[in-house]
């Protein structure tokens, strides 16, 4: 089992970035396929970016381009990096986890609030 635990998030300006991160516990993150999740009031929740053990990435259409998925596995932690906000991506956020061989077993964080507004 994996603890997350997101941070990161915060009040910005349209065009601006900010970088979430995402502390895993424990010793078996990079066994891990990661993404960050986000769900904006009143619609689903909607997968943003995903990056698996072995380092490949894909992403919403929404946010190629502006965004980007990473992950240090020596410091058990994920990261976005998001770059040129707009207000629909006004959202929390959330950090998933799910262990390799496992596709039936996820591991979510609390999320962290980003607003995007002037």
């Known amino acids: 089992q994996v603890q997350l635990v997101e941070s990161g998030g915060g009040l910005v300006q349209p065009g601006g970035s900010l970088r979430l991160s995402c502390a895993a516990s424990?010793?078996?993150?990079?066994?891990?396929?990661m993404g960050w999740h986000r769900q904006a009031p009143g619609k689903q929740r909607e997968l943003v970016a995903a990056?698996?053990?072995?380092?490949?990435?894909n992403y919403a259409d929404s946010v190629k381009g502006r965004f980007t998925i990473s992950r240090d596995n020596a410091k058990n932690t994920l990261y976005l990096q998001m770059n040129s906000l707009k207000p629909e991506d006004t959202a929390v956020y959330y950090c998933?986890?799910?262990?390799?061989?496992?596709?039936?077993?996820?591991?979510w964080g609390q999320g962290t609030q980003v607003t995007v507004s002037s």
């Open positions: 990056i698996g053990s072995s380092g490949i990435t």
């Open positions: 424990g010793s078996m993150f990079r066994f891990y396929a």
């Open positions: 998933k986890g799910v262990p390799l061989g496992v596709a039936t077993t996820a591991y």
